[in-house]
């Protein structure tokens, strides 16, 4: 069974930084592309990154862009988003997803709150 | 590519059939040939679970009472014999063009 554990979230102020963790297990992490997909209080979900089974290609959405990282370590079955100046728009729930298209198995999320 | 969802919400008597209506502002036929048009539902308190991929395709294990069909722009998310573990937001998700895209989600509730 696919699962996705979520860690890192929290209360931040504006311009902070926070580095967001997913412990994967039940399948083989290292052939996944993976995604981190957030969900805003009352918004619809937003796709915010993607990574490459071995890292080599990267994308975001172009308000992340510049501020944030996706990043995986394969040895640890790991997958990572470092935040930084955060802003009050990114408070969200952030939901590690396997997958690059096909998102077809999420973690519960972890919250992230920004605010002063 | 926006996505827009009709309607936003739903209320459907158990046993009868429900649509959703998801339209693109632009074709999501990808230049591979293949649609990147996904369904997903999230029930109450849980996070979403994949239910349609690639316009029509059922993920596995889901119920065949949900079906995806269209093309282009427009697409259609049919739920037959509405069940009471079928409430919550379904959103569709566009993921031919970057960035990938979701619908505003629509609320279906039992009558």
């Known amino acids: 069974e696919v699962q996705l554990a979520e860690s890192g979230g929290g209360l931040v102020q504006p311009g902070g930084s926070l580095r967001l963790s997913c412990a994967a297990s039940?399948?083989?992490?290292?052939?996944?592309?993976m995604s981190w997909v957030r969900q805003a209080p009352g918004k619809r979900l937003e796709w915010v990154a993607n990574?490459?089974?071995?890292?080599?290609?990267?994308c975001y959405v172009d308000s992340v862009k510049g501020r944030f990282t996706i990043s995986r370590d394969n040895a640890k079955n790991s997958l990572y988003l470092q935040m930084n100046s955060l802003r009050d728009e990114d408070t969200a729930l952030y939901y590690c997803?396997?997958?690059?298209?096909?998102?077809?198995?999420w973690g519960q999320g972890t919250l992230v709150t920004v605010s002063s | 590519i926006v996505m827009t969802q009709t309607p936003l919400s739903l209320s459907v008597t158990p046993g009868q059939s429900a649509s959703i209506s998801c339209k693109s502002s632009?074709?999501?036929?990808?230049?591979?040939?293949?649609?990147?048009l996904y369904w997903f539902l999230q029930k109450p308190g849980q996070s979403p679970q994949l239910l349609i991929y690639?316009?029509?395709s059922r993920f596995s294990g889901m119920p065949d009472r949900f079906s995806g069909s269209g093309s282009g722009t427009d697409f259609t998310l049919k739920i037959s014999r509405v069940e009471a573990e079928d409430v919550g937001v379904y959103y569709c998700?566009?993921?031919?063009?970057?960035?990938?895209?979701f619908g505003q989600g629509t609320k279906v509730e039992l009558k």
């Open positions: 997803v396997k997958g690059g298209r096909v998102f077809d198995s």
């Open positions: 039940g399948f083989t992490f290292s052939s996944s592309w």
């Open positions: 990574i490459k089974q071995d890292g080599s290609e990267k």
């Open positions: 632009q074709s999501l036929l990808h230049s591979d040939g293949k649609t990147y």
């Open positions: 690639e316009v029509s």
């Open positions: 998700m566009q993921a031919t063009q970057l960035p990938w895209t």
